[in-house]
C-alpha cells in the first residue's frame, strides 16, 4: 500500500540546499503541466475516472487537486514575502477532491496548471538569497517551512502525483513501460 500511496517515497529535502538543487526543482515544476498534459491527455472518461489505489483519488480527482494545490503554495509564497512569517492557511484536501469541480473536464485544471506554472516559474527564478529564506508557518504541527524548501515540497509533489497516474496507467496497460 505505501508503495502506491507513496510511489517515489516521501520528501527529503536536505538541510543545505544548494542553488543547483534549488534550479532543478524549479525545472520540476516547470515542466509539470506539460509532462501532465501528455501523460493524460488521451485518457477516456471511463479512466479518468479510475483511482489510483484502493481507497485512493480518481485520475480526474488527482489532476484538480495538483491546480488547487499548487495555487495555494503560489500565495503562500507571496504572503510569506510581504508578511512576516506568516501562518499559512490549510485546507481539507478530501473534502475539496468531493467537491463538484472536481467532476469537471481535467482541460479546466491542466490550462489553469498550465498558466499558473508560468507565472509561478517566473516568480521562482527571481527570487533572492534572502528570499529563499524566509518562512511561513505551517498551522500543523507550527512547522516553520522555507520558501527553498516548500520549492523542494512542490517538486517533490509534481513528481509524486504524476506517477500516482502513471503507475495506474502502466498496472493497467494503458501504456508501455
Not at 80 to 109: G, H, M, N, Q
Not at 158 to 167: R, S
Amino acid at each position: 500500500m505505501d508503495t502506491l500511496k507513496y510511489p517515489i517515497g516521501t520528501p527529503n529535502i536536505p538541510n543545505d540546499v544548494s542553488t543547483e538543487l534549488i534550479n532543478t526543482w524549479i525545472q520540476i515544476i516547470e515542466e509539470f503541466p506539460a509532462k501532465l498534459t501528455t501523460l493524460v491527455e488521451e485518457l477516456s472518461e471511463e479512466q479518468l475516472d479510475t483511482p489510483y489505489r484502493t481507497d485512493g483519488w480518481t485520475i480526474r480527482q488527482v489532476i484538480h487537486h495538483c491546480a488547487d494545490s499548487h495555487h495555494n503554495s503560489y500565495t503562500r509564497f507571496k504572503w510569506t514575502l510581504t508578511e512576516d512569517k506568516p501562518v499559512i492557511k490549510a485546507y481539507f484536501e478530501d473534502r475539496w477532491a468531493e467537491l463538484i469541480d472536481y467532476k469537471a473536464p481535467i482541460i479546466l485544471s491542466l490550462n489553469h496548471l498550465t498558466a499558473l506554472h508560468a507565472k509561478w516559474v517566473y516568480f521562482l527564478q527571481r527570487l533572492s538569497k534572502d528570499d529563499l529564506v524566509k518562512v511561513f508557518i505551517h498551522p500543523e504541527g507550527n512547522e516553520e517551512v522555507s520558501l527553498k524548501e516548500n520549492i523542494g515540497i512542490y517538486a517533490w509533489h509534481c513528481q509524486h502525483h504524476y506517477a500516482h497516474i502513471e503507475q495506474l496507467m502502466l498496472r493497467k496497460n494503458w501504456i508501455e513501460g
